[in-house]
């Protein structure tokens, strides 16, 4: 089992920054790549960015430019930095470890663009 705990969302105006933190805790040695999704009210949830081990991290071409995913292992935490925020990133944001046989996800921070 892998237990996945978001912080940082919150209110940004547009053209903000916020960083997004996961900490994983568990089984942590079963995690083969990390991710973030968001879902947005009435859409499906989306892959923002994902990072596996000892690979480069891939971005929805939506964020590309201005979103950066990290990992950082000896914290088990994988964190999401957002830069020039839209309207449209509103959503909440979930964080996502996945590996043989089994994927985790977080509760979900809440993420709004809005002047």
């Known amino acids: 089992q892998v237990q996945l705990v978001e912080s940082g969302g919150g209110l940004v105006q547009p053209g903000g920054s916020l960083r997004l933190s996961c900490a994983a805790s568990?089984?942590?040695?079963?995690?083969?790549?990390m991710a973030w999704y968001r879902q947005a009210p009435g859409k499906q949830r989306e892959l923002v960015a994902r990072?596996?081990?000892?690979?480069?991290?891939t971005y929805a071409e939506s964020v590309k430019g201005r979103f950066t995913i990290s990992r950082d292992n000896a914290k088990n935490t994988v964190d999401l930095q957002m830069n020039r925020l839209k309207p449209e990133d509103t959503a909440v944001y979930y964080c996502?470890?996945?590996?043989?046989?089994?994927?985790?996800w977080g509760q979900g921070t809440q993420v709004t663009i809005s002047s």
């Open positions: 996502n470890a996945g590996g043989p046989l089994f994927t985790s």
């Open positions: 568990g089984s942590i040695s079963r995690i083969a790549a």
């Open positions: 990072i596996i081990s000892g690979g480069n991290p």
